[in-house]
């Protein structure tokens, strides 16, 4: 069954960095584009950036446009965020989504925190 599972998520400072993994299996990853959602305490779950199939279309939510970078590894299926120069209101859950025959899936998500 398709799965995504989220890691490297941690307690950061401000100013700091992140590489927040999404691996997938279940599905042929190379075919499907993979989201990242976020969803701090109390707030609405946000798109944070999003890539196509091919990895030649990114986009990215105006607060982490400049800082986040999103990828994604076709061979290992394997995608990634890297966060850099985080602030304390990048803190929050992140998760990894996409969607397989016309369902969503997400992973349970890997916690970042940003704080002195």
């Known amino acids: 069954q398709v799965q995504l599972v989220e890691s490297g998520g941690g307690l950061v400072q401000p100013g700091g960095s992140l590489r927040l993994s999404c691996a997938a299996s279940g599905f042929t990853f190379r075919n499907y584009a993979i989201k990242w959602y976020r969803q701090a305490p109390g707030k609405e779950r946000e798109l944070v950036a999003s890539?196509?199939?091919?990895?030649?279309?990114?986009n990215y939510a105006d607060s982490v446009k400049g800082r986040f970078t999103i990828s994604r590894d076709n061979d290992n299926n394997t995608a990634y965020i890297e966060m850099n120069s985080l602030k304390p209101e990048d803190t929050a859950d992140y998760y990894c989504?996409?969607?397989?025959?016309?369902?969503?899936?997400w992973g349970q998500g890997t916690r970042v925190t940003v704080s002195s």
């Open positions: 890539i196509s199939s091919f990895g030649d279309n990114t």
């Open positions: 989504q996409c969607k397989v025959r016309s369902r969503h899936y």
